[in-house]
């Protein structure tokens, strides 16, 4: 069971480069999630999807887009690389009822020099 | 203010110690609530859900006290394997849609 994958694992951008992470889950979740999580922060909602076609922005969604490009996946863009943006990035899944746990990939750990 | 407030810790604490960890809500629209594990460099993995009875499973005892918006768990007889951040997690209906929110963790360290 794969559950929710996320690519790369690794990388390491220099400022002012873009990327895309990639996220797809195999649960038929209606929501998706992208966190980041930097020492003594805890995880930070970037955006969330709540469904197929919608997204929003979450705590920290400044010098990020997200496009949920179908219900299986939601990717995280970085247009131009800030080393205030270095950080472990996990996506995320979840049913859209309120009882309901969330599944998370493994997590990118970028790095922008 | 943390929509959800946990202690930071570390907590370290000898095998067989019972060890609780509190967390506070801010939002009293916030729904449901869960504690989740986090091993070092791993992702977050759902521990248990905390219901408004209370609930236990095995060594681990969730409680949810709505009127004050604090959420506890209870670990008893630590074990080496208990080693880990625990993350208190709350769902919030905002905009017609549910979000979790996360705290920043609690560390916990079991030693011999």
């Known amino acids: 069971n794969a559950g929710v994958t996320q690519t790369p694992k690794f990388q390491v951008l220099k400022t002012g480069q873009s990327m895309t992470l990639q996220c797809a889950q195999d649960?038929?979740?209606?929501?998706m999630y992208w966190y980041r999580q930097d020492p003594g922060m805890g995880l930070r909602l970037i955006y969330y999807?709540?469904?197929?076609?919608?997204?929003d922005k979450g705590e920290v969604p400044n010098g990020y887009n997200v496009s949920r490009l179908n219900k299986r996946e939601f990717s995280l863009r970085l247009e131009s690389a800030a080393p205030s943006q270095t950080s472990v990035y996990f996506c995320?899944?979840?049913?859209?009822?309120?009882?309901?746990?969330?599944?998370f990939g493994q997590g990118t750990r970028l790095t922008v020099v | 203010r943390k929509e959800v407030e946990q202690d930071p810790g570390p907590f370290n604490v000898p095998e067989g110690a019972t060890v609780a960890f509190n967390c506070t809500y801010s939002?009293?629209?916030?729904?449901?609530f869960f504690w989740y594990r986090q091993d070092c460099r791993k992702e977050p993995k759902l521990l248990m859900s905390?219901?408004?009875s209370g609930n236990e499973d095995g060594r681990f005892t969730a409680q949810l006290n709505r009127a004050s918006q604090y959420i506890s768990l209870l670990i008893r007889d630590s074990k080496l394997s208990d080693s880990a951040t625990y993350l208190c997690?709350?769902?919030?209906?905002?905009?017609?849609?549910?979000?979790?929110?996360f705290g920043a963790g609690t560390r916990l360290a079991v030693h011999p």
């Open positions: 905390v219901y408004s």
């Open positions: 995320a899944s979840s049913e859209v009822t309120t009882q309901t746990e969330a599944f």
């Open positions: 999807s709540a469904s197929e076609g919608t997204t």
């Open positions: 649960m038929n979740h209606n929501s």
């Open positions: 997690v709350v769902n919030k209906r905002s905009g017609g849609y549910n979000k979790l929110i």
């Open positions: 939002n009293s629209a916030s729904q449901s």
